[in-house]
């Protein structure tokens, strides 16, 4: 019996033990949640982002920011200093992640105020927002000085005697560059958007104009073409391309804001670089870029009005002329497509034959390169071909520089080629000396604006068998058919 009261007495006091514990994991519960609703009760909600029309902020150096919302509760547009940034020149989840820290922020402390304002910075406050809502209401606040330890900020509801310590994040939102708002892609455009892209740049003079063409299909993958205007009407080489497609999606490195006063200490009063797009439909769109300063260029856009910088590897090959982005050559044939070469160069002549099997295969014993009627399909043991550089020599003359503006005469012709196409088409190129280092370059008997250098007949690049000038080129294919081994090998010695 004994035993039995001393294992109640155990029970009533476990039990006394259990509901104490539970009372005090209660207590505390309950504890958190007045907590909690402490903390979310400390949370400032000025206007819901989806209430919004506009949100405007004006600062003390008389800065104005409005940023307008459309009906998805998205910034559709921002006037900056009477300048108007269009929804794409924006980078959406910036702004609104920024309007949403100026609407929604933490309180840390509030009291009553009767005192001067200024002590806090609220008499002639850093900011003044004003949040304009749908319904056509307005809840305008100003923000004051950073508090001692800049832990936050004071802040005050237009029409109250309270004022707030907003959290430091507040302060650290409105104080942010506005350029941080902006989206560093000023362009995206699409090629078929675009009608023609032309480039100038003042130092050397030097300017091209490329037309976009219909996209190419080739079964494989869709490729982009375009077709070079001027200087001459050629092929883009794959520097250009890359360039072309930086340019249509032109994206900065940081927005740089410059004041009219200082546009020539960043190159920009007279900027070295102007690209124009065309577009197919709309107005023109100019970039302005300075010269490389600092290792970057500076620029603005017609469409944007803000300055920037960008680094040069943005813009691959924007330094280069426009001989060294396009197919530059005076006249252009392959193997297949040249019958032959009539040349004449002085007082001598000489004739070049080629002949390509089906397959296309330059090796095969059925195709053949012939100069004056003997076998120039001789190689050196590097696995250069004395035919194929004479070839190379006439069909890669590289054009020097262009003036169309010049009218030369068709006399004094130091070279003349007449080339016959497998077509049948007929192309017919003299040169004529523009003094003791050029030529002008003449084809079908018209003058066509390329000059090209004294090189492209008479230069010798010794055991490198690439780069001769025709003339050097025919010396030394007629030295190595002559002095050709019975494998059709020859060494310069």
């Not at 001067?116 to 000085?145: C, H, M, W």
Request: hydrophobic share 35%.
């Amino acid at each position: 019996m004994k035993e039995m009261k001393k294992i109640i007495a155990l029970g009533a006091a476990l039990l006394v033990l259990v509901i104490a514990l539970l009372t005090i994991v209660i207590v505390k519960h309950e504890e958190k949640k007045r907590k909690d609703k402490e903390i979310e009760s400390q949370q400032l909600v000025l206007c819901e982002r989806e209430s919004l029309r506009s949100l405007t902020v004006e600062e003390s150096n008389g800065a104005k920011t409005v940023i307008y919302m459309d009906d998805n509760s998205s910034a559709m547009k921002i006037i900056r200093d009477d300048k108007e940034f269009s929804k794409i020149m924006l980078d959406t989840a910036m702004v609104n992640n920024w309007i949403d820290s100026v609407l929604r922020f933490s309180v840390e402390n509030s009291f009553d105020s009767s005192d001067d304002l200024s002590a806090y910075g609220l008499s002639s406050p850093q900011y003044r927002i004003s949040a304009e809502k749908k319904d056509g209401t307005n809840t305008v606040f100003s923000v004051g000085n950073l508090v001692s330890n800049q832990s936050g900020v004071y802040l005050q509801l237009a029409g109250e005697n309270k004022v707030y310590v907003a959290s430091y994040i507040m302060y650290k939102t409105l104080s942010s560059p506005f350029e941080n708002l902006l989206n560093h892609m000023v362009l995206y455009l699409e090629r078929s958007e675009v009608d023609q892209i032309s480039l100038e740049r003042k130092s050397t003079q030097d300017h091209w104009t490329v037309k976009t063409l219909p996209d190419e299909d080739n079964g494989l993958f869709i490729e982009p073409r375009y077709k070079v205007l001027y200087p001459m009407q050629r092929d883009p080489k794959d520097t250009m391309y890359n360039l072309l497609s930086s340019i249509l999606q032109f994206e900065v490195s940081q927005y740089i804001p410059i004041a009219e006063e200082d546009m020539a200490s960043y190159g920009l009063a007279d900027p070295e670089y102007k690209i124009t797009i065309r577009p197919v439909n709309g107005e023109e769109i100019t970039i302005a870029l300075s010269q490389e300063i600092g290792g970057y260029y500076y620029g603005s856009c017609s469409s944007n009005p803000y300055t920037f910088r960008i680094d040069p590897e943005s813009l691959p090959g924007l330094n280069l002329s426009s001989f060294e982005l396009i197919d530059s050559y005076v006249i252009h044939g392959y193997l297949d497509e040249i019958a032959s070469v009539q040349a004449t160069i002085k007082d001598t002549k000489f004739v070049l034959e080629c002949h390509m099997n089906q397959a296309n295969e330059f090796l095969s014993d059925e195709s053949t390169i012939q100069l004056d009627q003997r076998n120039a399909k001789v190689f050196a043991s590097s696995g250069d071909c004395y035919g194929l550089l004479l070839f190379g020599s006439i069909f890669n003359m590289p054009v020097s520089r262009v003036d169309y503006d010049i009218k030369p005469e068709l006399k004094n012709v130091e070279a003349s080629f007449h080339v016959i196409k497998t077509s049948g088409e007929i192309v017919d190129l003299q040169l004529v000396p523009n003094g003791s280092d050029e030529y002008y370059c003449f084809i079908n008997n018209s003058y066509s604006g390329f000059i090209v250098d004294r090189s492209v007949l008479y230069k010798d690049n010794g055991h490198e068998l690439s780069g001769f000038g025709v003339w050097d080129a025919f010396c030394l294919t007629t030295e190595a058919i002559d002095k050709k081994d019975s494998n059709d090998m020859y060494d310069r010695p």
